[in-house]
T-cell receptor, first 116, second 113 residues
């Protein structure tokens, strides 16, 4: 069965620090998709990125970057020069294409607090 | 235009009551979902419909009944509400192709007293 683990429950940093959120997943499928979502204090879930299991290229989008390593089953998320507006709960999620339908399996989330 | 909308945003009710949450998407997606987020922020899927057909039905008490009148709408009806049903319920949608991200509604915070 699929599983996503975000071992960091809470992280607190000071503005402008870099911070990495860890995500480790388990799956028996060879084709799968990984996602990151952001849940700010207002409560909505905002899609950040999708990565498929065949594409191990790292991705950068502004201050955000993602490091996908199939060998360690990890899909980590780094925020460079963090800002107070980055304060949110961040969820890593897995979608398997072969065995579990179109459901997203979420990790427990990491609460990131960026202090001024 | 809101892509995925839910009503109501807040719902406070007493134990034993029956309530419904409505969800609509204007993205033209074929698949819609209900997720439950508990007090510890854990998100878990409850149901999924593709083109009005139920395709995922997790271990959810049968007091919860989804209904999809058309592929743009997925409603959630809950009978005999219990304290443990208090949570935030999110509706989501996506294209049928499983590789795509799901787009979430704003959530409905249900409080059962």
């Amino acid at each position: 069965a699929q599983k996503v683990t975000q071992a960091q429950t809470e992280i607190s940093v000071v503005e402008k620090e870099d911070v990495t959120l860890d995500c480790v997943y388990e799956t028996r499928d060879t084709t799968y998709y990984l996602f990151w979502y952001k849940q700010p204090p207002s409560g909505e879930l905002v899609f950040l990125i999708r990565r498929n299991s065949f594409d191990e290229q790292n991705e950068i989008s502004g201050r955000y970057s993602w490091n996908f390593q199939k060998s360690t089953s990890s899909f980590n998320f780094t925020i460079t020069a963090s800002q107070v507006v980055d304060s949110a709960v961040y969820f890593c999620a897995l979608s398997e294409t072969e065995t579990s339908g179109s459901r997203l399996t979420f990790g427990e989330g990491t609460q990131l607090t960026v202090n001024p | 235009d809101t892509a995925v909308s839910q009503t109501p945003k807040y719902l406070v009710t007493q134990m034993g009551n029956d309530k419904s949450i409505k969800c609509e998407q204007n993205l033209g997606h074929d698949t819609m979902y209900w997720y439950k987020q508990d007090s510890k922020k854990f998100l878990k899927i409850m149901f999924s419909y593709n083109n009005k057909e139920l395709i995922i039905n997790e271990t959810v008490p049968n007091r919860f009944s989804p209904k999809s009148p058309d592929k743009a709408h997925l409603n959630l009806h809950i009978n005999s509400l219990e304290l443990g049903d208090s949570a935030v319920y999110f509706c989501a949608s996506s294209p049928w192709t499983r590789s795509y991200e799901q787009y979430f509604g704003p959530g409905t915070r249900l409080t059962v007293t």
